[in-house]
């Protein structure tokens, strides 16, 4: 069984450029979370889809970020325009159907992303 | 609002020493507890987790996590540890329960495991 994937795994952009990160969860999992972990700090929470719906975005942090979940397969996070507090590792994470806390979510490898 | 404490950024230890490290949670409500572990190179994986029954939780590699409710900890042991356990460890938590918000993992900032041959 595949694992959660990310692309790109790096990507550097200038201040004020426009970044798409993409995740393909793992194979029948509705649930796909985001999260991201900005250096020296802990990961946080932004956003979560059920399927295609956003079931949960408290951690979105402005409305520079747009995430979709089109046709409730893989994801993407749109960063518009980029910002120098953008840069981190961005985390997509995939868990089975159910609306179940207790189950576990699979990461994928993480999206470093460098804001010059 | 949760939040999760790990008491050490970073721990140096030699092959075959013990291991403990800490994690301390705020939340009013109960809770489902986990670990994951960030080998180099590698994605986050699931160490353990708890969310009822045995307060003492084995995982996966010989690591098991003590759930004491009354100090609000979750602490991660392992009696001898290995070189290949050097690694970025995360204790996490998230709310028990099927509201929207019951899903988000809040982790804390991670300790570094550092074994020395």
């Known amino acids: 069984e595949a694992g959660v994937t990310q692309f790109p795994s790096h990507s550097v952009i200038e201040k004020g450029q426009t970044v798409t990160l993409r995740c393909d969860p793992i194979?029948?999992?509705?649930?796909l979370y985001w999260y991201r972990r900005v250096m020296g700090k802990e990961i946080k929470f932004l956003l979560h889809?059920?399927?295609?719906?956003?079931?949960?975005e408290s951690g979105m942090p402005n409305n520079r970020f747009l995430a979709e979940r089109t046709g409730g397969t893989y994801s993407t996070l749109k960063v518009q325009p980029a910002e120098l507090e953008d840069s981190g590792v961005y985390f997509c994470?995939?868990?089975?159907?159910?609306?179940?806390?207790?189950?576990?979510?699979?990461f994928g490898p993480g999206t470093r992303l460098t804001v010059l | 609002a949760q939040s999760v404490s790990q008491h050490n950024h970073h721990v140096i230890l030699s092959e075959a020493a013990s291991l403990e490290l800490g994690c301390n949670y705020s939340y009013g409500g109960t809770v489902n507890l986990f670990w994951y572990v960030q080998y180099p190179g590698q994605h986050l994986q699931l160490l353990l987790k708890y969310f009822s029954g045995d307060p003492l939780v084995k995982g996966i590699k010989g690591f098991e996590a003590e759930f004491i409710k009354s100090k609000f900890s979750f602490n991660l042991r392992k009696p001898s540890v290995q070189w290949s356990d050097t690694a970025e460890y995360f204790c996490?938590?998230?709310?028990?329960?099927?509201?929207?918000?019951?899903?988000?993992?809040?982790f804390g900032k991670g300790t570094k495991l550092s074994v020395i041959p």
């Open positions: 889809f059920v399927k295609e719906s956003k079931q949960d």
């Open positions: 994470a995939s868990s089975q159907h159910g609306r179940v806390s207790t189950d576990t979510q699979y």
């Open positions: 996490a938590v998230n709310a028990r329960g099927s509201g929207a918000g019951s899903y988000q993992l809040t």
């Open positions: 194979s029948g999992h509705d649930n």
